[in-house]
């Protein structure tokens, strides 16, 4: 069974930065798409960014673009999110997903399996 566990969320100062990880484990992870999405309080959940686990093509939200910067480690199995520069904004929690597909996807009805979130508050 595929299991997804975030880690690395906490309270930081506007212009800070954070490093997420996602370490996934229960199934060989070549042909997946792993994604991380956020939803703040009130709001929809949203994209955020996406790799391919083998070939490492990305894809960001235009939000986050130049900001975020998402990574894989095959050893490690985990998945990276590092945040430079947070904004208020950016406060949300954080969601690791994992996707059977060999394509990038920015769609969170692709994710077939998701993490249990971690915090993200960023103050001003």
């Known amino acids: 069974q595929v299991q997804l566990v975030e880690s690395g969320g906490g309270l930081v100062h506007a212009g800070g930065s954070l490093r997420l990880s996602c370490v996934a484990s229960?199934?060989?992870?070549?042909?997946?798409?792993m994604g991380w999405f956020r939803q703040a309080p009130g709001k929809e959940r949203e994209f955020v960014a996406a790799?391919?686990?083998?070939?490492?093509?990305?894809y960001y939200a235009d939000s986050v673009k130049g900001r975020f910067t998402i990574s894989r480690d095959y050893d490690k199995n985990t998945v990276y999110l590092q945040m430079n520069s947070l904004k208020p904004e950016d406060t949300a929690v954080y969601y690791c997903?994992?996707?059977?597909?060999?394509?990038?996807?920015?769609?969170?009805?692709?994710?077939?399996?998701w993490g249990q979130g971690t915090q993200v508050t960023v103050s001003s």
């Open positions: 997903a994992a996707a059977r597909t060999f394509a990038v996807t920015t769609i969170g009805s692709d994710y077939n399996y």
């Open positions: 790799i391919r686990w083998t070939g490492g093509s990305t």
């Open positions: 229960g199934d060989t992870f070549s042909s997946y798409a």
